[in-house]
């Protein structure tokens, strides 16, 4: 039986992140993907010639490389990759939009800011008060108990329209609790998506896996594809051996999982818990990408980069009463980063809203296939208000349409119910009842991507590295 210093469940950001930071420390490490493709929850496919992005609509976390102190440029001096080999391109503006106000906001943090000033005068102060709040709270108290952070906007924000608005795209990008997020995590989206913002390699999502995968093949780390876990034999508190469902099996000292938390502790045997339903995610999501052949800026709709929209009096996010719940969603146009003349040659137009996973699990073939038509067209039919100079038929440009629902991200990466933030309940320190297993990822709580990269890091560090390097 093969033994590795180190054993990643997972090919994801946060995996790969993680095996870079032990490779480079010289350490003997093995990544065991279920699937045949990197990337995780963030990913591409190819489908009739067209390759899509799954997942990135952004990332996250955009600073100059000037700010050496901010949070992407660490993580790439601690994953030793180079900044230009990303070849990133920032967003051009984008808004929220709710009955009757917007708020447009952009890589420049005052923008939104003279946004809010114009349509929420009386609230500004209190913004303010929580913007610089938000900048200056201590990093410590990210690692605190669970505390609402609804509760905690109304010290600063008294108006329930900007505090739905502020939640809207910070939710969507970063929250696995329904109606609500932790404190610690609402500050840590705050800042990503209002204090820096948004951008994304000209290559979408590919170009980011093969830089990170190039990383720690080039630092002798072992990668299995299609190598799914079956167990985790545990003896005396410690992980033994991992069982693979190819009938192999291996050992580590160390075992980092990116699977989830009810993913990981069902592998678990003998078991740690009997109560795993309840540490189930309840947030799935559906999403429609529709390629055109012109590009959006001809329609007029060139401006938008991404778009968190709610259609009803009050924002909700929650677990969706019909297949797709079309109250709110968020639309992105790739179209609308900064290519400057690397400009994509097709306009293409995604829109993710939340969706029932408990009802597509539910159909069979031939009425999934009648859902994912029916829903496609309602979603589309959604977005339409949204867009500015709407004044005529875009459908006889449709070139290639693709939709997925909770049933294909369970399909594909296992998650429970499809939840693509997980459970609700982060565990912080990753550590679990098993001395030597060790969570990763989205439940250890950093989420989106540059998010789930930065936990594979601090993740290796804690329990891999502590005190090396």
């Known amino acids: 039986m093969e033994h590795y210093d180190v054993a990643i469940i997972g090919a994801g950001m946060s995996g790969l ?37 799954v997942g990135l609509h952004a990332m996250t976390n955009f600073a100059p490389p000037s700010e050496r102190r901010a949070i992407f440029n660490k993580l ?3 994953l030793r990759i180079d900044r230009s080999e ?4 920032e967003q051009r503006s984008s808004r929220i939009a709710f009955p ?9 943090e005052a923008l939104l800011e003279s946004e809010v000033a114009q349509a929420f005068p009386h609230q500004i102060d209190g913004f303010k008060r929580l913007s610089e709040t938000v900048r200056g709270f201590d990093d410590r108290e990210l690692e605190a108990p669970y505390r609402s952070a609804r509760v905690w906007v109304e010290g ?6 900007l505090q739905d608005m502020i939640f809207c795209p910070l939710m969507y990008y970063g929250s696995a609790v329904e109606d609500d997020m932790d404190v610690g995590q609402f500050v840590v989206m705050f800042r990503s998506i209002f204090h820096e913002g948004f951008a994304r390699p000209v290559d979408g999502i590919r170009r980011l896996i093969r830089v990170v995968l190039d990383r720690y093949r080039k630092l002798g780390g072992i990668r299995k594809m299609k190598t799914g876990v079956r167990r985790l034999r545990i003896e005396s508190g410690k992980v033994s051996r991992i069982e693979l469902e190819n009938g192999g099996e291996i050992s580590a000292s160390v075992v980092l999982s990116c699977a989830g938390l009810p993913e990981t502790y069902a592998l678990i045997q003998p078991p740690v818990s009997e109560d795993l339903p309840s540490l189930q995610g309840r947030l799935s999501f559906a999403e429609t990408i529709a390629v055109y052949r012109s590009l959006p800026e001809t329609w007029g709709w060139g401006d938008d980069t991404i778009v968190f929209f709610n259609r009803s009096e009050r924002f909700h996010y929650r677990d969706a009463s019909d297949a797709v719940d ?3 969603g968020v639309l992105c146009f790739p179209n609308n980063f900064e290519f400057g003349d690397r400009a994509l040659s097709e ?3 995604r829109v993710t809203c939340l969706a029932n996973h408990d009802l597509w699990r539910s159909y069979d073939e031939a009425e999934y296939a009648e859902a994912k038509r029916v829903w496609f067209e309602r979603i589309q039919g959604a977005i339409l208000p949204l867009m500015p100079e709407f004044t005529r038929d875009f459908s006889s440009e449709l070139v290639a349409t693709d939709m997925f629902t909770p049933k294909t991200v369970h399909r594909f990466t296992r998650r429970s119910r499809g939840a693509i933030y997980g459970s609700p309940t982060k565990i912080k320190d990753g550590k679990t009842p098993v001395s030597n297993l060790f969570l990763c990822g989205t439940d250890q709580g950093y989420l989106g991507i540059v998010g789930s990269m930065l936990s594979g890091v ?7 590295l502590k005190g090396v390097g």
């Open 17 to 53: 992140s993680a095996g870079i930071r032990c490779a480079h420390f010289g350490r003997k490490v093995v990544i065991l993907e279920q699937h045949n493709a990197p990337g995780g929850l963030n990913s591409f496919y190819a489908k009739d010639g067209r390759k899509y992005d």
């Open 76 to 78: 790439l001096r601690q």
């Open 86 to 89: 990303l070849n990133l391109i």
């Open 100 to 108: 009757g106000t917007d708020l447009r906001f952009s890589n420049d």
């Open 156 to 161: 600063f924000v008294s108006d329930p329209l």
């Open 326 to 328: 079309l109250a709110s």
């Open 347 to 349: 306009g293409v137009v």
């Open 458 to 464: 601090v993740m290796a560090n804690e329990h891999v």
